[in-house]
């Protein structure tokens, strides 16, 4: 089991920026690849940006080049440094990590950004 704990969501007017964390627990071990998925009701969960366990990273192409995901391994933390925000960036964002036995979920943290 892993378990997974979002913070830092909120309200951002467009063109600011926010930080987001996600604070990693249990069987560390099993995890492959960890990063951050949003979701908009009524629209399905995409994928926002990945981080292997070789260091290796994707992004969607709606976020390259003003969002950055890293990891401090030492402290079991993901982040998502998001910039330039745009009001097409409002969705809940959940951290996930993927496992040998299936991926694990956060709670998700609200995105709000206003134009």
């Known amino acids: 089991q892993v378990q997974l704990v979002e913070s830092g969501g909120g309200l951002v007017q467009a063109g600011g920026t926010l930080g987001l964390s996600c604070a990693v627990s249990g069987s560390i071990f099993s995890i492959k690849a960890t990063g951050w998925y949003r979701q908009v009701p009524g629209n399905q969960r995409e994928l926002v940006a990945i981080?292997?366990?070789?260091?290796?990273?994707n992004y969607a192409d709606s976020v390259k080049g003003r969002f950055t995901i890293s990891r401090d391994s030492a402290k079991n933390m993901v982040y998502l440094q998001m910039n330039s925000l745009k009001p097409e960036d409002t969705a809940v964002y959940y951290c996930?990590?993927?496992?040998?036995?299936?991926?694990?979920w956060g709670q998700g943290t609200q995105v709000t950004v206003s134009s």
């Open positions: 996930t990590a993927r496992t040998a036995f299936g991926p694990y």
């Open positions: 981080i292997g366990s070789g260091g290796s990273t």
